[in-house]
């Protein structure tokens, strides 16, 4: 099924939004920290602009629900709600993680993810994804916050070979491969884009895996700044 979908990420320091509609996508992205607010929507009203859709014609909105920073999740959040509400349209929220692990399949081709983003105060936010045949990623272990040398009893770790590294937390590299194993491949740089949100979305979407718009909430996993959904995608 093609659908109309818009996707928004601020989870980490990067900016980005993406429009799908039907078998075009149309993004736009920056990595300027603490520049979200000022930048999502009118990177939200210039896909819509260049597409020739209006926001009402669109089936669903996506964000990246994070883990994530808690500046840039509160924005996403917001400002899905703002539009969704405006535009009575449902919501798709997605892991950030698992988006992470999109765009490490999308732009290498790995299968087998371990992804990870720099939490600060000496944690990692984590979430270990395996592709599926049919393209759809299956989550390992549970997403966790916590110090490198406690993820394996947090996340419960693969720790067979074949895996590789995508995302921030991997500064800690030193610290986490001997949980891990030894990667195949690793990428501390790489950020979430929303234009990897759109396919995850659209099958969620398609599965009936939808938000109303005033059921919107970030998920931060610290137990001290918000309580984690039951929800994973």
């Known amino acids: 099924m093609s659908i109309h979908l818009l ?11 993406a429009l799908q509609c039907g078998d075009s996508s149309i993004y736009r992205f920056t990595d300027q920290p603490r520049k979200h607010a000022e930048r999502v929507l009118p990177m939200v009203e210039d896909v819509l602009r260049e597409a020739g859709i209006a926001l009402s014609r669109l089936d669903a909105i996506a964000f990246g629900r994070g883990p994530g920073s808690f500046t840039g999740l509160r924005i996403a959040a917001g400002t899905v709600q703002g539009l969704a509400f405006g535009a009575d349209l449902p919501v798709v929220p997605v892991s950030s993680l698992m988006g992470l692990a999109q765009r490490a399949w999308r732009e290498f081709g790995w299968h087998r993810v371990h992804a990870a983003f720099d939490a600060r105060m000496g944690e990692v936010y984590w979430g270990s994804y395996l592709r599926q045949d049919d ?58 884009h929303a234009l990897d949100l759109l396919p995850l979305a659209q099958r969620a979407f398609s599965n009936g895996d939808v938000v109303r718009a005033e059921q919107v909430v970030p998920v931060y996993l610290r137990n001290d700044v918000a309580a984690k959904p039951s929800s994973q995608r």
């Open 7 to 17: 996707a928004i990420d601020t989870s980490s320091e990067a900016c980005s939004v």
């Open 135 to 192: 393209g759809d990623w299956q989550l390992q272990g549970e997403e966790c916050v916590s110090r490198p040398e406690h993820l394996l009893r947090a996340a419960g770790i693969m720790q067979d070979e074949g895996w590789s590294g995508a995302g921030s937390g991997w500064l800690y590299r030193a610290a986490l491969e001997p949980l891990t194993g030894t990667l195949e491949h690793c990428d501390a740089t790489l950020l979430p």
